[in-house]
């Protein structure tokens, strides 16, 4: 695919993807009104922004830590430092490294940002679940099917979900990446 057909189809899936608020999907002016106050109260409260994801997603993790830190003074960290991620690995799982670390360092004041093109990545599913346990709010950022399991959890949990129209691993990450550095530049 040449790139202009390329950037042309991310350009439609950014512009299409549903961003929710529990299950009602807004649009954008409104839903990022919502997730500037969430994010504000969490601010003045001294809470903190969690942010995972694997491969590729955690790439886009890693870098959406460092914009919240470098350009608004958020506390900001992801759940993939290597010592902290192969020491919770080893003693509990991959697929609940995440969630134990949520249940060890979480608060109620904290946020959640989760990003996994398929939705269905267990040690997301289960760093969600944990963060829902601690009651704090999520952010979920997926693809693939529209009901995945970590959009559905964000859903019912009256949490922000954005899902991306697309089953290809590069357009998801891709549109995943483009509207974080949006989100980022309009807080």
Same mark, same amino acid.
């Given at each position: 695919?040449?790139?202009?057909?390329?950037?042309?189809? +991310?350009?439609?899936?950014?512009?299409?993807?549903?961003?929710?608020?529990?299950?009602?999907?807004?649009?954008?002016?409104?839903?990022?009104?919502?997730?500037?106050?969430?994010?504000?109260?969490?601010?003045?409260?001294?809470?903190?922004?969690?942010?995972?994801?694997?491969?590729?997603?955690?790439?886009?993790?890693?870098?959406?830590?460092?914009?919240?830190?470098?350009?608004?003074?958020?506390?900001?960290?992801?759940?993939?430092?290597?010592?902290?991620?192969?020491?919770?690995?080893?003693?509990?799982?991959?697929? %609940?490294?995440?969630?134990?670390?949520?249940?060890?360092?979480?608060?109620?004041?904290?946020?959640? +940002?989760?990003?996994?093109?398929?939705?269905?990545?267990?040690?997301?599913?289960?760093?969600?679940?944990?963060?829902?346990?601690?009651?704090?709010?999520?952010?979920?950022?997926?693809?693939?099917?529209?009901?995945?399991?970590?959009?559905?959890?964000? %859903?019912?949990?009256?949490?922000?979900?954005?899902?991306?129209?697309?089953?290809?691993?590069?357009?998801?990450?891709?549109?995943?990446?483009? +509207?974080?550095?949006?989100?980022?530049?309009?807080?």
């Amino acid at each position: 695919m040449p790139f202009s057909n390329y950037s042309q189809k +991310i350009a439609h899936l950014v512009g299409t993807a549903q961003m929710c608020f529990g299950e009602v999907s807004l649009p954008e002016s409104e839903w990022l009104m919502h997730f500037k106050s969430v994010l504000e109260s969490i601010q003045q409260q001294k809470g903190t922004i969690w942010v995972v994801g694997n491969g590729g997603s955690a790439s886009i993790a890693s870098h959406l830590v460092v914009d919240l830190v470098n350009m608004h003074q958020i506390n900001a960290h992801t759940l993939h430092e290597c010592a902290l991620l192969t020491c919770f690995s080893n003693d509990y799982g991959y697929d %609940q490294a995440f969630a134990k670390m949520l249940e060890t360092m979480a608060k109620p004041t904290d946020m959640l +940002i989760a990003i996994s093109s398929s939705g269905n990545s267990a040690n997301i599913v289960g760093a969600v679940k944990a963060m829902q346990s601690k009651r704090g709010s999520v952010l979920s950022l997926t693809g693939f099917s529209k009901t995945n399991q970590v959009k559905q959890l964000s %859903q019912a949990a009256q949490n922000f979900s954005i899902w991306v129209n697309s089953e290809q691993y590069g357009e998801v990450e891709t549109a995943h990446q483009l +509207i974080l550095h949006a989100l980022v530049d309009h807080l």
